[in-house]
């Protein structure tokens, strides 16, 4: 009886191991070398049919793959055939993945159905939202008086510290020193007071220089070394948070003229009002406030179907395709506005109407997207779900632009 040498035995035992230990095995790597066997035994052999005539003959080892379901590794020694099977969980590669890992078809399809739900999503919340601030915002306008004045109120606080958070962000605060956290509180709150004392006597001026006179007080008199950063940021800030938005105020309660040549004023019922209640400035402000909803839908479905060309590095997302859009959207409400309402009277003013609010509004939205884009954030608020920031941002600017007009 003649045995296989030590080294011939190891090597088995060690692919042995080898084979039961690995999570996949690769036939084609296993090149085992011709072994040469001066004699073996028939008895030795699985088959009797082996002679001894043929133990002269030089024997080779052959690794071939199975050809049944059964996993294994099969080891052909000179047609004796040794099996090492292989346990369960341990997949021969034979061209196929392992079932754990996924085609990337199926991934992509995957990702692409989870994108389309998620978009279909934000859209729905969209909607519903957009329908329900609406029909809210045209209550509160047409209420008018203190009504419309605590509701410009609380958007202007909430924007207000929107503001000065960004201006605390670490993209602006990196070069520049922010103003105390105290010193942000008491000028958010001095920006909602703003649009009452305008509505209680009745103009801007004394409010404002009061306001800016208290907070540069309170920045001088701070512990540590006053910058000069603080003091024109917090001034910006009251300027565009709190003098801005006062305009509103003034557009919506100030003109109490009555709108005589409005249809729709002559039949409103008195249990709302009577036709008293329809005056030049509820007109104006329905109408800026509807064509600032036009130039913004329009211009963000133009520039979705076909924007190509950016309108300024500012925010690269706009583009002039997108801005015309909004332009032709703006003037066509404008228009159609005048009439429905019956102001403005002409066609000429009308259309006029329709270019002030829609730069007024452009540039509002072009300077929230200076300061969101030095702050280093994407939206700097999420009242609004599904619209992610509070946008008072394009009725800031637009509104100084109508009290001119008119």
Same mark, same amino acid.
């Given at each position: ?27 084609? /790597? ?50 004796? /055939? ?98 105390? /956290? ?8 001095? #920006? ?53 938005? #006062? ?41 800026? =406030? ?17 924007? /190509? ?20 959207? #703006? ?15 002409? =066609? ?59």
């Amino acid at each position: 009886m003649i045995l296989l040498p030590r080294f011939t035995q190891n090597m088995l035992l060690n692919n042995q191991y080898k084979l039961l230990m690995a999570s996949s095995i690769e036939i084609d /790597r296993c090149n085992l070398m011709p072994l040469s066997l001066s004699s073996i035994s028939p008895c030795q052999s699985r088959r009797p049919s082996c002679s001894s005539s043929s133990s002269s003959s030089p024997k080779t080892l052959i690794p071939t793959r199975p050809t049944s379901s059964k996993l294994g590794f099969r080891v052909f020694l000179d047609g004796s /055939r040794v099996i090492f099977p292989v346990p369960k969980g341990i997949y021969v590669n034979q061209n196929r993945s392992p079932p754990d890992q996924l085609d990337d078809g199926e991934t992509k399809q995957e990702d692409s159905a989870l994108e389309r739900q998620q978009k279909a999503g934000n859209l729905k919340k969209r909607i519903v939202f957009g329908l329900g601030i609406g029909i809210s915002c045209g209550g509160v306008v047409l209420a008018g008086g203190w009504v419309f004045t605590v509701a410009i109120a609380t958007a202007v606080f909430v924007g207000a510290r929107e503001y000065f958070e960004l201006v605390r962000s670490r993209g602006i605060a990196t070069g520049m020193t922010p103003p105390p /956290r105290y010193v942000s509180r008491v000028c958010s709150v001095i #920006c909602s007071l703003i649009p009452m004392l305008t509505l209680y006597f009745g103009y801007i001026d004394v409010s404002v220089t009061s306001a800016a006179f208290v907070v540069a007080m309170a920045l001088l008199l701070q512990r540590g070394n006053p910058r000069f950063a603080q003091l024109s940021s917090t001034m910006f800030g009251l300027f565009y948070c709190g003098y801005l938005p #006062c305009f509103w105020v003034k557009l919506r309660c100030g003109l109490a003229v009555p709108a005589l040549n409005t249809r729709v004023g002559t039949t409103w019922p008195l249990l709302l009002g009577g036709p008293t209640q329809w005056t030049v400035g509820l007109v104006a402000t329905l109408v800026s =406030f509807s064509s600032i909803i036009a130039a913004d839908t329009c211009a963000f479905v133009g520039g979705k179907a076909f924007g /190509r060309t950016p309108l300024t590095n500012i925010s690269p997302k706009k583009t002039w395709e997108g801005a015309v859009a909004g332009l032709g959207g #703006c003037v066509a409400i404008s228009v159609l506005l005048s009439r429905i309402l019956s102001w403005p009277p002409s =066609f000429r003013s009308a259309i006029a109407f329709g270019f002030l609010n829609f730069f007024g509004s452009l540039f509002g939205d072009l300077t929230e997207s200076m300061i969101k884009r030095d702050a280093g954030v994407k939206d700097s608020g999420s009242l609004i779900p599904g619209h992610g920031k509070c946008s008072l941002d394009q009725y800031v600017v637009s509104v100084r632009y109508d009290l001119l007009a008119l």
